[in-house]
Structures are given as structure tokens and as C-alpha cells.
């Protein structure tokens, strides 16, 4: 009893409390407090280990792209040279398909043009060989492609050169002069014929006005 009066003096001197029910309740009050602390810690503690983890698999994830990226890397520098050249192949025919398609749609939006062209001059005094031809381009259209457009600018240059041939008579040029300036589609190298189509094709155009 001397034990417990001595150490109840000493929680009332060291809280200022006298009555032993208050200290009760107040020892109790502080313990919930703690046990609610720890409860908190033990929460948080779970959601660092959780964190742990998902960084630990983040890293994993991480390093397992890393390898994957340099695998890829690898088979991409070691493609075998047949591997390479079909693909460099199918780049070069792909563009060439590409300006195929290009100068077809260039050829479809010009063919009207052409056809207005073709008819008045196939009606005027410059077309002496086929008087029936206007009649021919009406009937038959002129739809360009890869297997007329020769046919067609092959007419187109006779008339310019009529044309031409005409106007320099009319200013006395001598048949040197007037032959300079005459096209003559069949003189030019292989690879200049789409550039003479689109020169011929600017004369249209120019006529057309």
C-alpha cells in the first residue's frame, strides 16, 4: 500500500490531478491516442511497402523494355543484304508509282483541255491531211494515257509547227529561221518526252486562250 501511495503522489505532482477516476479516464484517453498512432503508423508503413513494390516493378518493367528495344536494335542492324535491297527495291517502285499516278492525274485534268485544243485546230485551215478528224475527236473523246499520249502530242506538234511554219512566212523568215523554231518531238532523247508533254501541254493551254 506504502508502494502505491508513493507512486499516486508522484502522478499527482507530476499532472496536477487528485482525483483517481480523472487520472483514470486520462490514462485511458492516452492509451487510445497511442493505440490509434500505431494503428496510423502500421497504415502507412503498408502503403510504403506497397509503393516498394510497384517501384520495384516499375524498374523491372523498365529494364525489361530496355532489353527488348536493344534485341530489336540488333535484328534490325543485323537484316540480311537480300532483306535490305527488296526493301530498298520497294521504295524505288513505290515512288515510281507514285509519279505514275501523279502524271496520269495530271493527264486526266488536262484531257478536256487537249480535246478543245485537237478540235479547233483539227477545224482550222492548219489540218490538211484528215479533214474528218473534228468529227473523230468528238465522237471518240481524248481520254490521255501511257497509250495514246505519243499519238496525241504527236498531232498537237504537227499543228504548232503549221502554226509556226505559218507566222513565219508571214514574217518573211527564211525556211532556217522557221525550222528552229519547229518542235520535233521525235528528236528528243527518251527521258525528255514527259518534259515535252508538258511543253506541248502548256501550248495548249496557250492556244486555248
Known sequence: MKVIDEAFTTIKEATGLTDIQEIQNTFIKGEEQNYNLLTYVDVLNQEIDNLMDINQQLRAKNEQLKKDNQEKQRILNETPEDEKRRIKIQEYVDKKKKEVTDFQKMLDEISPLVRDVLIKLAGS??????????????????????????????????????????????????????????????????????KKAYVLIELCRIIAC
Request: aromatic fraction near 10%; proline fraction near 4%.
Open 125 to 194: 485551215k492548219f489540218n490538211r491531211n484528215n479533214p474528218h478528224r473534228v468529227q473523230e475527236y468528238i465522237n471518240s473523246g481524248v481520254n490521255l494515257n501511257d497509250s495514246n499520249l505519243a499519238e496525241y502530242l504527236s498531232e498537237l506538234e504537227e499543228y504548232t509547227n503549221s502554226i509556226l511554219i505559218y507566222k513565219g512566212k508571214a514574217n518573211k523568215q527564211t525556211n532556217a529561221e522557221i525550222y528552229a523554231k519547229t518542235l520535233l518531238l521525235e528528236e528528243l532523247p527518251p527521258k525528255e518526252f514527259k
